[in-house]
């Protein structure tokens, strides 16, 4: 006995390390069933950028590779979204000579029962440049001007403009550009255009940004010759008919050319058409209408335009005073309700809400299978087509229900 104590004392650091082997292969083996490889791409954000600096270009964009940790039934709906990738810019400066700087890549799960083990790339180099702001022209771009026509000089409501943005970028803009059409009917240009920023060849550049961003740009057109083009206004007399609008207005030509003395073109900004009547309509009104010329004054072409006038009916509301009425009532019981009417807002059109007659409306108060007692019941009110229910009020009853007495039968002699 003593010879077998001996051999197991002898041996124990044998046994006690052969245990911490087997339990440690046994950790890693169940370690690396567990570990999982999301891969990617999960787009880097960067944090803290001082606002003296601007941010130019991250390479690499995104993480992949993401090895985690987590329990089966959670690894197996991990996605995209279960992870956040940053970059943190605090502090950072952009250098002189614009050299890149590397940054260190920060993922984290967003499900704190995934543990994350590991990514790729763990850094990732950044370009800063410090932001910068100077004053540039505006300058308006009037294209090709169309054959036969000419143009004065541009109009803009403003001749400066504020550019900021990176330096490597903003010492390269030499004027904001408003870039106009001139179209070949000859109407004058008046509309606030966006401006952009260009370098000497006229290309634009990115990013920075325009204060103002717009600018309001006038360009008087007209003909060469004694020629002119203008466009045609329609001019309507009275007002649709009461819960009836005007949507639109469309004329054909929008616009003519017209031709005599140019001292006479000069003062003539568009044509007026005779009047076209839409007192009372409850539908669109179509006419062909002559156009009201100045002495002196031809069209070429026809003389008369169409001029379509769109009239639709308002939406509105209205509230009538409902009645109740009984449904599913009993012969053997009596009811008393804590309302005999209800007030119904209805919403549609302003003519089907003109044509409902309150009187007619009722308010249905559900009592079939009630029995003797107090009960709520809610209301229900049927309408027309096209007409839409807002609200009742009161929307429920109290209903009270008695039973009738049953005379006591007289006894038999």
Do not use: C, K
């Not at 052969?18 to 339990?23: F, M």
């Not at 005599?260 to 058409?273: E, K, N, V, W, Y």
Request: avoid cysteine.
């Amino acid at each position: 006995m003593n010879r077998v104590l001996g051999i197991l004392v002898r041996n124990a650091p044998l046994y006690l390390a052969a245990v911490v082997v087997a339990t440690v292969l046994y950790a890693g083996l169940v370690f690396s069933q567990n570990v999982r490889v999301w891969p990617g791409p999960i787009p880097i954000q960067p944090y803290g950028q001082a606002g003296d600096v601007f941010l130019l270009e991250v390479d690499p964009q995104a993480v992949t590779a993401i090895r985690f940790v987590a329990p089966g039934d959670v690894a197996g709906s991990v996605s995209g979204q279960s992870f956040r990738a940053n970059i943190s810019l605090a502090g950072l400066a952009a250098p002189p000579d614009g050299a890149p700087l590397t940054v260190p890549v920060t993922v984290e799960a967003l499900d704190p029962r995934i543990q994350v083990t590991g990514w790729s790339p763990t850094s990732v180099t950044v370009r800063l440049d410090p932001v910068r702001t100077r004053t540039v022209p505006v300058r308006v771009d009037r294209g090709t001007v169309p054959e036969g026509l000419s143009t004065g000089d541009p109009i803009a409501d403003t001749t400066m403009a504020t550019v900021r943005g990176p330096a490597s970028v903003v010492d390269r803009v030499v004027a904001a550009i408003a870039r106009v059409i001139v179209d070949a009917s000859g109407v004058d240009v008046d509309q606030q255009v966006d401006l952009m920023a260009v370098d000497a060849r006229g290309d634009r550049l990115t990013p920075v940004d325009l204060e103002p961003r717009s600018v309001h740009v006038r360009v008087e057109v007209s003909p060469a010759g004694t020629t002119r083009t203008v466009p045609i206004t329609p001019v309507l007399r009275g007002t649709p008919a009461i819960g009836y609008a005007i949507r639109g207005i469309a004329v054909s030509p929008s616009a003519v050319v017209i031709e005599g003395p140019r001292s006479s073109l000069q003062a003539i900004d568009h044509l007026d058409t005779a009047e076209v009547s839409v007192a009372g309509a409850r539908a669109d009104v179509q006419a062909e209408v002559a156009l009201v010329l100045a002495e002196g004054i031809t069209v070429q072409g026809a003389s008369t335009a169409r001029v379509t006038v769109d009239i639709v009916p308002l939406s509105g509301s209205a509230t009538f005073t409902v009645a109740l009425d009984l449904s599913g009532a009993s012969a053997d019981q009596t009811y008393s309700l804590s309302s005999g009417s209800t007030l119904a807002l209805l919403s549609g059109l302003v003519p089907l809400l003109n044509a409902v007659d309150g009187s007619s409306l009722r308010a249905v108060v559900e009592v079939g299978g009630l029995g003797p007692g107090t009960h709520t019941v809610t209301l229900s009110l049927a309408v027309p087509n096209g007409i839409t229910v807002v609200s009742l009020s009161p929307a429920q009853v109290t209903v009270t229900i008695d039973g009738v007495a049953t005379p006591t039968p007289a006894p038999t002699p």
